[in-house]
Nanobody, 120 residues
């Protein structure tokens, strides 16, 4: 059974830092892209950052220069280092893993999210 579990959220003051982690179960193989998305209250879910299996990363404009995405392929783990946090970064952050289980086709697997709250 596929599991994707985020951790590391919490309450932080503006200007502070947090590091999120996302662990994908070993049953998910041939992982290609991994990414972070977020959903603020009353808003749609949006892309934060993605990273390919080869390490090529892509960031949404609001987080460029402040957030850093990385991954450990051996551990099926994704990270998001968030610096210079702003109140508008407050959201539930979700991890998405694109991979396979067994002989099935590539699919997207989502975690349940971790809440990040940035106070002003």
């Amino acid at each position: 059974q596929a599991q994707v579990v985020e951790s590391g959220g919490g309450l932080v003051q503006a200007g502070g830092s947090l590091k999120l982690s996302c662990a994908a179960s070993s049953s998910i193989i041939s992982i290609s892209a991994m990414g972070w998305y977020r959903q603020a209250p009353g808003k749609q879910r949006e892309l934060v950052a993605t990273i390919t299996s080869g390490g090529r990363s892509n960031y949404a404009d609001p987080v460029k220069g402040r957030f850093t995405i990385s991954r450990d392929n051996a551990k099926n783990t994704l990270y998001l280092q968030m610096d210079s946090l702003k109140p508008e970064d407050t959201a539930v952050y979700y991890c998405k893993v694109t991979g396979k289980i067994g002989g099935f086709a590539l699919m997207d697997y989502w975690g349940k999210g971790t809440l990040v709250t940035v106070s002003s």
